[in-house]
């Protein structure tokens, strides 16, 4: 028969390292997403005026021959890009995605803080569940935001 796991040891160190693991992972998720959104609101401006500006200089017959061809192909092929861009905006929401992402390092470094600055109360199983609460309650959020749909536990059909 196969060796089953040990459960683990949940002591200070480990809380601490969950908490250090989780606070890295929103951090870096934060950067990403940040420059996510600045890259999606660039490219939003850049391409929205370029279609401004290309669509009204094709409108006042300024080019001709080969260049008004290619101009009259660009123009709508710009406007697609910029479609699908804002499209993607849209479904990934990178700029809440980057804020929620800020506020929930922000908090677990808080509440790291407080577990450490309080080690006479520490109660690492309570630790544990509030850890996870956080988490949850963000990796709810971030479903409701994105997938514009709720979580629902067997507990909340439940009436």
């Avoid at 002591?11 to 997403?33: C, F, G, H, M, P």
């Amino acid at each position: 028969m196969a060796d089953l796991e040990q459960p683990k040891v949940v002591d200070e160190s480990y809380v601490l390292k969950l908490y250090q693991d989780k606070i890295d992972y929103y951090w870096s998720a934060s950067r990403t997403n940040k420059a996510s959104y600045k890259r999606y609101r660039t490219w939003t401006i850049v391409l929205g005026a370029g279609v401004a500006l290309i669509s009204s200089l094709a409108a006042g017959n300024l080019f001709e021959g080969k260049l008004g061809t290619f101009v009259s192909i660009l123009t709508p092929v710009m406007a697609a890009t910029l479609t699908v861009i804002n499209g993607l905006g849209q479904n990934f929401h990178w700029g809440a995605t980057w804020r929620d992402m800020v506020v929930n390092a922000t908090r677990l470094e808080m509440e790291r803080d407080r577990f450490l600055a309080t080690p006479q109360t520490r109660d690492c199983p309570q630790e544990l569940a509030n850890l996870n609460g956080i988490i949850l309650e963000e990796t709810k959020n971030f479903f409701q935001r994105v997938l514009d749909s709720e979580v629902k536990t067997k507990d909340q059909g439940a009436g």
